[in-house]
Nanobody, 121 residues
């Protein structure tokens, strides 16, 4: 069973930056593609960014130009750099892995426990 562990969440002021990382316990054909989702209190989980095993990336319109998803040389690790953070970015951020990159959460088989990102005014 693939396990994902997120790290890097915290509390920052609006306009600040934060970096999240996600390490998978192993790489299989079911976990080659990885993504980030987030869920704020009282709201549905939403897509943030995804990266295919070959490196192609996808972003939600709300974060384009501010967030960057990337892979380390060890491709079972994914990173999310978040710049120009806004209070609306406050949420629990979840790392996910699956056989294909998708904006649909159900496409991902494996999920981390989540890490809290809080952005103050």
């Amino acid at each position: 069973q693939v396990q994902l562990v997120e790290s890097g969440g915290g509390l920052v002021q609006a306009g600040g930056s934060l970096g999240l990382s996600c390490a998978a316990s192993e790489r299989t054909f079911n976990s080659d593609d990885m993504g980030w989702f987030r869920q704020a209190p009282g709201k549905e989980r939403e897509f943030v960014a995804a990266i295919r095993s070959g490196g192609r990336t996808y972003y939600a319109d709300s974060v384009k130009g501010r967030f960057t998803i990337s892979r380390a040389n060890a491709k079972n690790t994914v990173y999310l750099q978040m710049n120009s953070l806004k209070p609306d970015d406050t949420a629990v951020y979840y790392c996910a892995a699956g056989p294909v990159s998708s904006i649909i959460s159900s496409a991902y088989q494996y999920w981390g426990q989540g890490t809290q990102v809080s952005v103050s005014s």
